[in-house]
């Protein structure tokens, strides 16, 4: 249907979440129901939504803006996801990021 409001949960395909953050984990502006983002520890960020997921079969995909660096989905919850960013050799490093949620809710 193209609409994000309140019918948009429950549409198939459509995004449930989205969002960026800079590097110390400020949610940048024209993000779709996420509450807040915390810098758990250096790499490591918790997305909250402002609406829960149904469940934790839910798929969250991203990119970092570094091209030497990587992005990695840890601890999915009804109502947050944690995520990791790491330079390829390993090491936990503070990045520019975005996710997209997408399942039931």
């Not at 909250?48 to 919850?77: C, I, K």
Request: proline content about 3%; aromatic content about 8%.
């Amino acid at each position: 249907s193209g609409l994000i409001g309140p019918f948009s949960k429950h549409e198939p395909g459509v995004a449930k979440a989205y969002g960026s953050a800079i590097a110390d984990g400020t949610r940048q502006a024209n993000s779709y129901n996420i509450s807040g983002v915390v810098k758990d520890s250096t790499g490591n960020y918790t997305w909250s939504f402002d609406d829960d997921m149904g469940n934790v079969n839910f798929s969250a995909v991203g990119n970092v803006e570094e091209s030497q660096y990587d992005w990695r989905l840890d601890t999915p919850l009804v109502g947050s996801v944690q995520i990791h960013t790491r330079i390829q050799a390993g090491s936990a490093v503070d990045a520019v990021h975005n996710i997209t949620v997408h399942g039931d809710q």
